[in-house]
């Protein structure tokens, strides 16, 4: 399949249950090269769709051929990483002049992975973090997502875990200066 036929628009809540739907089989499928069964099932405590994104028009989905095939979104609220279930938010605004703009919430399904969908989300998120003057985007990745993240110029700073699922996940938190 041709990166010819990606396009993309802002997601709406009436995207909702297809968001999940492939949230929900990218957790499954595409973290098994980096981590055992019990990690993913307690992934899931620190992952998922965060409606507040969709709400502030900041979260993008990308589409093949008409099909649902990727989904993320950027924030200038304080929240790192995490769903609506997550505990610990917090929606407070950053000061884009001081504070990284959040890379939040990136998944593709399965059956389009290395078709260049993140890359897709990615771009169009730092393109409208800069366009609200953010000089800086940072993230927490999971590990399946750190090679996306390398890849598009972002840089490791702190590796550790998150047990609240039970089973400590890793994560890595990253950043990267936005070109002026
Ligand atoms: C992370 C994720 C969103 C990447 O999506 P994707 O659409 O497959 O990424 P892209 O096709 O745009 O990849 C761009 C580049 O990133 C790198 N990359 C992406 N996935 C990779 C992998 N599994 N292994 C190695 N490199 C990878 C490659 O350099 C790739 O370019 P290439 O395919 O030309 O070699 C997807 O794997 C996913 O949904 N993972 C599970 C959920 C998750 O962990 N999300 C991240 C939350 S922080």
Redesign the pocket.
């Known amino acids: 399949m041709s990166n010819r036929t990606l396009t993309h628009r802002k997601a709406q809540m009436s995207d909702l249950d297809a968001i999940e739907a492939l949230?929900d089989r990218?957790?499954a499928?595409?973290?098994t090269?980096?981590l055992d069964e019990k990690q993913i099932e307690a992934?899931r405590t620190i992952?998922g769709v965060d409606t507040q994104l969709i709400e502030d028009r900041t979260y993008f989905v990308v589409l093949i051929d008409g099909e649902l095939?990727?989904c993320?979104g950027w924030s200038p609220r304080s929240t790192l990483?995490g769903g609506d279930e997550t505990p610990g938010r917090n929606g407070a605004y950053l000061d884009p002049a001081h504070d990284p703009a959040r890379?939040r919430?990136?998944?593709?399904?399965?059956a389009?992975?290395?078709?260049?969908?993140?890359?897709?989300?990615?771009s169009l998120c730092e393109i409208a973090a800069q366009e609200a003057g953010f000089q800086h985007v940072k993230?927490?990745?999971?590990?399946?997502?750190e090679?996306?993240?390398?890849?598009?110029g972002y840089v490791a700073v702190e590796r550790f875990t998150d047990d609240r699922g039970g089973t400590p996940v890793p994560l890595v938190r990253m950043r990267k200066r936005l070109s002026p």
């Open positions: 949230i990218a957790i499928d595409l973290q090269p980096f992934s992952m095939a990727g993320g990483y890379i919430a990136m998944y593709t399904h399965p389009y992975a290395r078709r260049g969908v993140g890359r897709r989300v990615l993230l927490v990745s999971t590990l399946a997502g090679p996306l993240y390398r890849a598009c």
